[in-house]
């Protein structure tokens, strides 16, 4: 079922997403033909694939598909090794662009990694006032595709690491002497890579939901959470819920429902307001609305549209299958024999397996030899935290784990108490000066006062932010 206009405005306004002038100079692999083109004239292993790579345009297109944004950004391409470890294999260009305006070399700089993988911040505002603030395409997505099909194709060409490389790659364009960091979801991992590896160009770090490691056994918390949501929900709501799922596959969706939610403030009391609208009573059913979000396709129909900034498919598969998330399972049962001193006995516990395997066979991607552990990339530089105690994407035991182990000086660890994913964007994103008064502290690496924090904590009223440290 195709999401309604209006509920996929609804739901897409809770997520945190993640969230022209152009250099006439070209790749040195290239095909100069058409997207079109080259996915006509590609030889493929199998329909799989070519319904895998169907989507394909290269940066050039992308551009122009969606000029109406991309020609008011202050955007420029740089020009990067295809492969680092051998500069002969050829370059590619990365979009780059600034959402402050003209980049001005007498204010600092903060570059924000996305989130995704495969998201970009095509279309964002200005957040700050006296940062220039950078954004760029990571390789493979948006204005940063490569001209070329096949180099589109290669697993190779995308990494954790090229993505990090790449934006020092801008960084020595602009010829800016440190950057302040601002990593989101997926965008933690490369701005802990990029700040241990290039320390002496990082002024500070700000981490927003953060990711330590890939662990697919965390995701139980998301089962633990949906229990807890469940038995806030109105009686008769639990009683149309039981009566409306009538299979596994049913039970997975509202496992999916929850962790969409999770992405935002209060997830609680806005599982509360989508269930009471599907299912007012135990006898009183709207149909069309939960055919809807309990759905197999709302994740993806959410984050994987047509829409400037959707995240991009195969970027984000390519990357899922090299970083270890072939295969694993989730615990998606619901409710235990016993809840809140009453007895519920509504569905039964049971995992439910992810296996992307033969996608990730059929894109010929392998999983990485030495997977993404935050531990191997210690950092020497102030590094914040903002966390979201609800978090469903990135887990609070990763942000708290990645602050006890890779900060090698000062830190600080923020939790937004009710909070969702990347709850410290969330706060800038209200334009509120004292937000935004907190985030430029932490980006010129100096310390967020109790003042400040008392402040921030008047700008969202569905969470409180209090230190677990200083």
């Known amino acids: 079922m195709k999401l309604s206009h209006g509920l996929k405005l609804f739901l897409t306004s809770l997520l945190i997403t993640a969230c022209s002038k152009s250099d006439p100079q070209s790749d040195s692999i290239t095909d100069n033909s058409s997207s079109q083109q080259q996915l006509k004239n590609a030889k493929y292993s199998s329909e799989d694939e070519k319904k895998a790579l169907s989507r394909f345009i290269t940066g050039s297109e992308f551009c122009e598909k969606y000029k109406s944004v991309t020609s008011t950004e202050n955007g420029f391409y740089v020009t990067v090794p295809v492969d680092y470890e051998r500069p002969e294999s050829g370059t590619t260009k990365i979009w780059a662009y600034f959402t402050s305006g003209p980049f001005n070399p007498e204010k600092p700089t903060m570059i924000y990694f996305d989130g995704g993988s495969g998201g970009n911040s095509h279309g964002g505002k200005k957040l700050l006032n006296d940062f220039n603030e950078l954004h760029y395409d990571q ?96 009686k008769g709501t639990q009683a149309g819920l039981k009566r409306y799922i009538d299979s596994e596959e049913q039970i997975a969706n509202l496992w999916t429902l929850a962790r969409i939610l999770m992405y935002s ?30 759905g197999p396709d709302l994740h993806r129909q959410l984050f994987f549209g047509d829409e400037i900034s959707s995240v991009e498919a195969f970027n984000n598969q390519v990357l899922n299958c090299k970083n270890g998330r072939q295969k694993h399972k989730i615990d998606v049962s619901l409710f235990g024999p016993t809840m809140g001193g009453a007895a519920y006995n509504v569905f039964h516990n049971y995992e439910y397996t992810v296996d992307r395997t033969k996608e990730c066979e059929t894109i010929h991607a392998k999983e990485d030899s030495i997977l993404y552990s935050a531990d191997l990339y210690p950092i020497n530089l102030p590094v914040v935290y903002f966390q979201g105690n609800l978090d469903g994407a990135t887990f609070a035991s990763g942000a708290v784990k990645h602050y006890k182990k890779v900060p090698k000086k000062q830190k600080q660890l923020l939790i937004a108490v009710n909070g969702g994913h990347c709850p410290g964007m969330a706060s800038l994103r209200s334009n509120n000066s004292d937000a935004i008064d907190l985030m430029e502290t932490a980006l010129l690496g100096k310390v967020i006062s109790n003042d400040q924090l008392k402040k921030f904590n008047a700008v969202d009223p569905s969470v409180r932010w209090v230190y677990t440290s200083k």
């Open 265 to 294: 403030n209060d997830p609680f009391g806005q599982m509360k307001k989508f269930l009471t609208l599907a299912f007012p009573s135990e006898n009183e059913i709207n149909q069309k609305l939960a055919d809807t979000i309990l």
């Open 139 to 234: 390789r493979g997505i948006g204005c940063s595709h490569p001209e070329s099909l096949d180099l589109y194709r290669d697993p190779n060409f995308y990494s954790n690491t090229n993505n990090a490389r790449d934006a020092e790659e801008i960084r020595k364009s602009l010829k800016i002497d440190k950057l302040s960091l601002y990593g989101a979801s997926y965008g933690t991992v490369v701005a802990t890579i990029y700040a241990s590896l290039f320390e002496r160009n990082t002024r500070a770090v700000i981490l927003d939901g953060t990711v330590f490691s890939d662990d697919p056994s965390s995701e139980r918390i998301v089962g633990y959470y949906l229990k807890k949501m469940h038995a806030a929900l109105p």
